[in-house]
């Protein structure tokens, strides 16, 4: 399904070369400020274009349709499309019938049939990641006024002389997304099914091209004797408990404890290289280290869950 | 919340030291054979007492309530139960107050406040498994009728004399557990939100103690160049189509290729261990590598994830 | 499927004559007094057995097995299971094969083929109903905390002369069950597909015999003029606003207004009776009025619904 | 929230004076022949502007953006916007700070504080039931593919005498509408929760200015006696089952029996009319009797409803 959240949800909808791509956020609280520059800034991070990232020039004017009067959100949806304006279907023509390895085309060949858009992937384009920057700043939006004190901060794990030595060599490379989330209260997340790193980590997966998640310690702790990543609680100065490391990352129990939620998503190289194209085709235009762009993307991610668990957990407070 | 999954589904309930644990199946079709043996077996591989497990005997006799008539599932929901008999709650007496590191027992008692069970975890015990193990069965029972070539295999990797060695220094050990799934069609798994590898990483996160997620090539992709991980498509003799490799672990733009699904659980040490307790309490009794039980654990989530998406996918085809 | 609510939700299972029937309540905020006793009122005010009602003995002891903590619910799920004792599955066997008339017996016939539990209606069985009586009584424990001003009220519209009457014909009658919620604050109900009463209509028909559900001047409003219905707002001495007449039935725009909601509930004739049963087969044991005994089946699915929206207005609330 | 259905589903945003409303619609099987006839005529039936209408001109051109390719749906979400171009604020400007009665102007304030939009009834005004129009028309879509013998049908139970009487004396009228939905196999719908006229009564209450709801003999079975009132089986020549008599409605135990399923909706009169705006304000432009528009709309929801309903039966199949 094209819907992401409980509470706070983003639904969207769109081809890469459809006439526009969009979403509508639900569940947005009334009376919070529409900030312009954020969003503005969060789009401009994602956005291809840098040398390091794809030539493809995407224009992404988001246009607000519902939601916001004079400045505030309503309460009300907000529904928004971005035109598709730098659409070439001719580069992709050629590929009808060829299925690009470690692409979507066949998986969609077989669910869909022979009705799946072939064009740039369609809905499995990496542009689909626009809308989840788009819901994630007003997620922050939200959040800056519930949890003035919480900080979404993402980092790429791969050095650009990686990533421009690929691009020279017409290959890619892949790369891990480092996210550190601070001033989260203690107590956000459910029990059992709904931890709340069991949703970070459904959202990070979900994101085009990751292939790992891990949280705290990760897949280090899986050779960890139990002895070595003891988190010791102690009060601090002003009452508070903390932990002394944080080995958890933040959550033990899949609820937050008042440490910083650290988590790493590892994505995989850029599947399209010249090689992989029959005789003649032309490739579509991609970037060396699809992990790169994905850094806003993870952030917004974390926006959207962290506030719809917040939201989930503001429910059944006495 | 207590409940996972969409069409097919369990919602369970239960602390360790209450009166009973136990669940809800539900969306289970119609004329599926019980096979009680199959149940049994999978309950057999969870339950603790090996010596390389804990010391708690728990008697996981299943009590099933509803949903079953002569033998065959009738469409209706399966409610089942289970005792909890090895109840000793002076075990925990002591630890009241005390907030075991790396347990849920501080962020229960900030979301819940006093009213948190403390006894033995409550719900946050590795005991709430038993129910997954129950569901899982029976979704494994569904799929034996829908899907007669699917398998599910998970094994542990991590040594038993590691494990060993860590339950003589009363210490604990890590472990992860690699889980093959062959036998999938292809095309089960959503696009975007809720692509196949996003929903098992949401069911494998949710277990306790699971701190990171991976398929295919995983975390080794971040690292890796495009060139170097390409899963070349062929046609096979029977005009199916397979790739040479899978570094993609079958699934492709969150749907199934066919090719075999593998993914990979890191589970943390078992926390507790003596020194962490206050002096004159007295220890939980716990598993020195808490992986080695969860193979059946992760097998039971993958089942009722499989099962649930091959319904989604049933439900929209024409 | 087998769970209603959303943040506040029952799911729930049993066959009439299997070993029991049972729930999982979900959402239940911790910290809320278990009040035994407003449970077994309603509990016996649901119970079969009156003069005007069915012979069955059901001994519907409630056994609680998770959730609840020295007196106080934790957060946790509540799990419950009422055990069936009074089980005749001879009464029914006679009718195999046979589809009883305005039963539910042809359609799960067709829809779960040869594998449907027939004995006493299996799953239709109105004895679910003792599972929504359960679980509405947690909601009235968790809204006497949250609210403490509402009433939830709700009276049979038939009379008892008539009821004896039919009953003493071999006959049945319907009724119907008219519901006055007092003390709900204004804003509850979310707009479009959230409405409250769209939720309340749900919840209502989705009671075993539910033909038809109204709220305010209902089906009347359908021939009036809206110059007759018009409910000014005034503004009461404390400031308050409030609406001179309620027509509106305490709802507008799907979102409570403050007024006392009103709404009504028809319900069928019981359909059992002597003439449709093939010759020699015994029938089942039925009430004269089935309305009778949904009155707190209504009263409970109301507190139920009402405590989720209350709920879900929370949880995006600045 | 502002999504409806489980599998198929609609999500929609817009106030009536913002740039634009839209939606969603998710769940769309690939492969269905976009008929661009069925949603130009059913937009068309809703549009105002008859005789016996709203003078507002609304130019509801529907502007598919997604989900389509070749006239054929792909399976991927179809999102649409529908321009709003006959917007005139300034007839709502001088209503700000005054609650119309039997508006959801004063409910809207209170659940959304100062940061509403109160053009027009903004989120409320029955300008949001186009998006449920074009769903209803997808849905109708997927229908014709895969129910071909079905058919949905709603009339409106208003004279238009009376209709026309209202609108010369400034006032207006109630009406109920009736629909029949035939060709609809046995064994849709779901016991329980899932009943489906549940699920049709929410469907039908969440449309605006709904009231009431009954299938079946309805609310007249509330009066009814047993022996009254039964629907009794016969083998037809072919061998299928029907009944005589339909008081049942087409459902029994919350699941089709093959019969026509017929349900009325009851709508209240419009609530705008020049006696109850204060001195100087200009009224908006309204319908004499809201029931009028709503056939089109009634209709689209049962299509939604019984489209989703029949997707969630085929999921569970053998």
């Known amino acids: 399904m094209n819907t992401f959240g409980h509470l706070f949800?983003?639904?969207?909808?769109?081809?890469?070369?459809?006439?526009?791509?969009?979403?509508?956020?639900?569940?947005?609280?009334?009376?919070?400020?529409?900030?312009?520059?954020?969003?503005?800034?969060?789009?401009?991070?994602?956005?291809?274009?840098g040398h390091a990232a794809s030539p493809r020039q995407e224009d992404d004017d988001v246009e607000i349709l519902s939601g916001i009067y004079k400045g505030f959100t309503t309460g009300a949806p907000i529904g928004?499309?971005?035109r598709n304006r730098d659409v070439r279907p001719d580069d992709y023509a050629s590929l009808r019938g060829h299925y690009r390895p470690n692409h979507a085309d066949y998986t969609y060949a077989v669910k869909y049939g022979r009705f799946n858009d072939p064009r740039g992937g369609g809905r499995s384009s990496a542009r689909q990641t626009a809308c989840r920057v788009?819901?994630?700043?007003?997620?922050?939006?939200?959040?800056?006024?519930?949890?003035?004190?919480?900080?979404?901060?993402?980092?790429?794990?791969?050095?650009?002389?990686?990533?421009?030595d690929a691009?020279?060599?017409?290959?890619?490379?892949?790369?891990?997304?480092?996210?550190?989330?601070?001033?989260?209260?203690?107590?956000i997340g459910e029990p059992v099914y709904?931890?709340?790193?069991?949703?970070?980590?459904?959202?990070?997966?979900?994101?085009?091209?990751?292939?790992?998640?891990?949280y705290g310690d990760g897949f280090a702790l899986a050779s960890a004797k139990g002895s070595e990543v003891i988190d010791e609680f102690f009060k601090t100065a002003d009452g508070s408990i903390q932990t002394h490391t944080n080995h958890s990352g933040g959550i033990q129990g899949g609820i937050s404890n008042g440490m910083p939620i650290n988590f790493?998503?590892?994505?995989?190289?850029?599947?399209?290289f010249p090689s992989s194209i029959p005789q003649g085709a032309k490739p579509g235009r991609h970037d060396p280290c699809v992990a790169l762009r994905a850094v806003p993307v993870v952030e917004a991610m974390a926006a959207i869950t962290i506030l719809d668990c917040f939201m989930e957990a503001r429910a059944r407070a006495l």
């Open 167 to 187: 691009r020279e060599k017409g290959d890619s490379i892949g790369g891990s997304v480092a996210c550190l989330v601070s001033g989260l209260p203690a107590g």
């Open 9 to 49: 949800r983003l639904t969207d909808f769109g081809e890469s070369h459809g006439p526009a791509i969009g979403g509508i956020i639900d569940g947005m609280p009334a009376g919070i400020v529409f900030d312009e520059g954020l969003l503005a800034d969060d789009m401009k991070r994602r956005r291809p274009g």
């Open 134 to 164: 788009v819901a994630g700043a007003f997620a922050k939006m939200a959040l800056n006024k519930l949890l003035p004190a919480l900080q979404i901060k993402a980092g790429l794990e791969q050095s650009l002389e990686n990533i421009l």
């Open 194 to 214: 709904g931890k709340l790193h069991a949703r970070l980590a459904e959202a990070m997966m979900s994101i085009n091209a990751a292939h790992g998640f891990e």
């Open 264 to 272: 790493r998503v590892a994505f995989k190289p850029t599947p399209t």
């Open 80 to 82: 928004f499309i971005i």
